[in-house]
């Protein structure tokens, strides 16, 4: 039995796991070693070496929590990866303005994606029919595609605000089959957008906005982020509850 494999059988007897399954058994190492302040590079070669042992033992571990615990490691090995700069409403709002006559097309896709805390490459592919600005201000889409979510027609609803006017009179111009952003790539779009800013700049610069005034939970459902994992960092304590609560916080002072 190898140096690996030794410690982890001991770590299992100690910790007297030795009923649980392995992909429990392994699962609790790595977090037993994280814990101790082990390196992620130490860590993946232990499970490495225990998973090698294992499999001669004719054990094969295919557990996708155990697949996730490695990946995890594996980008902490590589180090943090450089976030986009957030938008400011501020600069959000002049940079619609600024281009609402001269590139109408790129002002609505920046301001649905801020409205809807999305990515400016998921805005630009819904087709026209599926999004709907009522009288009363509130913008509605039921996204036919979205980056980690299947087409089962999840919907956003969400204040359109002072920006109602500009989003309905592009959408009464366009077909129901057409894209938003038409043939333009996502890259193209973001080079409108002031320097030193990217495209997911608006995604990240309106979620932070929104966890200013709302509750973790209501813009979690707004971005629709699978956890609060992502957002926990910029929230502080408040008590807005809704998606459209959520929402306000991008369109009112």
Not at 46 to 68: F, H, K, S
Not at 199 to 226: C, F, K, M, N, Y
Request: aromatic share 6%.
């Amino acid at each position: 039995m190898g140096y690996s494999a030794a410690k982890w059988t001991r770590f299992v007897v100690q910790a007297r796991l030795q009923s649980h399954p392995p992909a429990d058994q392994l699962l609790a190492f790595i977090g037993w070693c994280h814990a101790e302040g082990l390196k992620p590079t130490s860590i993946l070669t232990e499970v490495a070496n225990i998973r090698a042992t294992l499999r001669m033992e004719g054990v094969v571990l295919n557990d996708y929590r155990i697949t996730m615990a490695q990946r995890g490691l594996a980008k902490l090995k590589a180090g943090v990866p450089r976030q986009a700069a957030p938008i400011s409403k501020d600069v959000l709002y002049r940079t619609v303005d600024r281009l609402v006559k001269s590139d109408p097309q790129a002002a609505v896709i920046f301001a649905v994606a801020w409205l809807t805390a999305s990515r400016v490459g998921d805005v630009r592919r819904q087709r026209v029919g599926a999004v709907k600005c009522s009288s009363d201000g509130v913008l509605e889409i039921e996204w036919t595609e979205r980056k980690g979510w299947r087409n089962d027609g999840i919907v956003t609803q969400v204040w359109s605000g002072k920006l109602r006017h500009m989003i309905t009179t592009y959408l009464s111009r366009k077909l129901p089959d057409e894209t938003l952003g038409g043939d333009r790539t996502t890259a193209q779009y973001a080079a409108l957008l002031p320097k030193g800013l990217t495209a997911h700049s608006i995604r990240r610069g309106a979620a932070q906005h929104a966890l200013t005034a709302a509750d973790p939970e209501a813009v979690r459902t707004l971005t629709l982020h699978a956890t609060l994992n992502g957002l926990i960092r910029y929230a502080p304590r408040c008590h807005v509850r809704t998606q459209l609560g959520a929402s306000r916080a991008l369109t009112e002072n």
